[in-house]
């Protein structure tokens, strides 16, 4: 391409030429326009917008002030605190193994000082949780411990005879005065004699949840079985599979396995033959004997 194909692009006609000058001129004055006039809008100064705006502020503190506070803590037992709820609370990897190694021993914290000295934690640490420790309800209903009064004449000495109550017959309000039995156990207790028809001996106080040594053996000393209920026992060679499951030393896959060895060897004809049977709790052979009929 030469200079003079060029130089034709660039001819115009007077009309062209006019329309080009014209548009130049429309430009300079939109330039001038934009530089020398002010656009700006007076704003309208509205009351209640400029209340609330003055709340604003409020709000926003008032947000910033819920994200700063701490996750809410409920009251928990801290004899049964996890290795994840520990670190919530602020306690090292060695105060959480102490409580957990003191736990496997079967034993309890029944207060802060307690907890304390097992875990070894601060005292600042210690003031911070415990307001949010929540104990068993008969270890907070303890009651003070009287001493025997040291009579100087043993002729007015006299001791208070227990007078032993048959378990069976016992009410919830019996339950309650001994040491260390509240509300809940004592429903417990008592839902227990009912699933079984009654208690058979006071050995079965092992089973129910939540009873430590102490307990017991209050419960031995002021309790005993005066005569044996008189409950349906279950047939051990007919009842069904579900029947069987629904007694509470059995469970399902026990009973399951009395089902299959009926089956298999023909009627159970004593406890002797139960304890043949896998899975069987052979330590409450006897209990469970006066329960069933061979």
Not at 41 to 50: G, I, L, S, T, W
Not at 141 to 154: G, V, W
Not at 203 to 211: A, P, S
């Amino acid at each position: 391409m030469d200079f003079r194909t060029i130089v034709t692009y660039f001819k115009f006609s007077r009309e062209q030429r006019n329309g080009i000058l014209l548009l130049f001129g429309i430009i300079i004055v939109l330039q001038l326009i934009y530089f020398f006039v002010d656009f700006s809008v007076v704003a309208k100064n509205y009351p209640e917008k400029q209340k609330w705006l003055s709340l604003q502020s409020q709000i926003d503190s008032m947000k910033t002030e819920n994200q700063a506070e701490l996750p809410k803590i409920y009251l928990f037992n801290p004899n049964f605190i996890t290795d994840y709820k520990g670190y919530k609370l602020g306690m090292s990897v060695e105060e959480i193994d102490r409580l957990l190694s003191f736990r496997k021993e079967n034993k309890y914290v029944n207060s802060p000082k307690e907890f304390q000295n097992v875990t070894k934690i601060s005292d600042s640490l210690l003031n911070a949780i415990a307001p949010y420790f929540k104990f068993p309800e008969w270890v907070n209903n303890k009651k003070e411990f009287k001493a025997y009064k040291n009579y100087s004449n043993q002729a007015f000495a006299k001791k208070e005879k227990i007078v032993l109550i048959d378990i069976n017959q016992a009410t919830q309000e019996d339950l309650i005065k001994i040491y260390g039995i509240g509300e809940a156990i004592s429903l417990r207790i008592l839902k227990q004699k009912e699933s079984l028809g009654g208690f058979v001996s006071m050995e079965q106080m092992k089973d129910v949840w939540g009873l430590s040594p102490e307990v017991i053996e209050n419960l031995n000393a002021h309790f005993k079985v005066s005569v044996l209920p008189n409950f349906k026992k279950i047939d051990i060679n007919n009842a069904s599979l579900k029947e069987l499951s629904q007694f509470s030393y059995f469970r399902y896959a026990l009973a399951k396995e009395i089902v299959t060895y009926r089956s298999m060897k023909g009627d159970i004809k004593d406890i002797e033959d139960l304890i043949k049977i896998k899975g069987f709790p052979v330590d409450k052979a006897k209990i469970i004997d006066l329960y069933l009929d061979f």
